[in-house]
């Protein structure tokens, strides 16, 4: 793999994350937004946003114990695509209307990804934490 300044995918990725927490921040500080460890979503969007978190997470845990970094981020870049061009296009209204379900499952979202991405990303995983 040859170094190319030209492809800066890392740029896109977290600026991708970066504008889906300041989505976030944005309506949850609106709303006075407290996360809750025990709601359980009732919404088939956002158990199936929670359901590709856990293997999301999972495919990280994996790839890190195998030093294979390449494919993480390449996990990680479609992981974040789907947040960001499915799962938030299609609850940006349950999220500017103040549903707790969706506020909370795209909180957990958030957190989890800037946990999995922090081996790669410190600097950048500890803004978004």
């Known amino acids: 793999m040859r170094f190319d300044p030209s492809e800066r995918k890392g ?8 504008n889906a927490s300041k989505f976030f921040v944005t309506y ?5 937004f407290e996360p809750c460890d025990n709601l359980s979503p009732t919404d ?4 199936w946003r929670l ?5 999301y997470l999972a495919e990280s845990q994996y790839n890190y114990s195998i030093y294979e ?5 390449s996990a990680t870049e ?5 947040v960001t061009n499915w799962y938030i296009r299609l609850s940006r ?3 500017w209307n103040g549903d707790m379900h969706a506020q909370n499952t795209l909180f ?5 990804t800037s946990k999995a991405m922090a081996p790669m990303t410190p600097f950048a995983s500890e803004l978004m934490y």
């Open 11 to 18: 740029n896109k990725l977290l600026g991708l994350l970066y």
């Open 28 to 32: 949850a500080e609106l709303d006075g």
């Open 44 to 47: 088939p969007l956002d158990q």
């Open 51 to 55: 359901e590709r978190l856990h293997q």
């Open 69 to 73: 970094f390449v494919k993480q981020v």
């Open 78 to 82: 479609q992981f974040v695509d789907e």
């Open 93 to 95: 209204h349950r999220v």
């Open 108 to 112: 957990v979202v958030l957190l989890e």
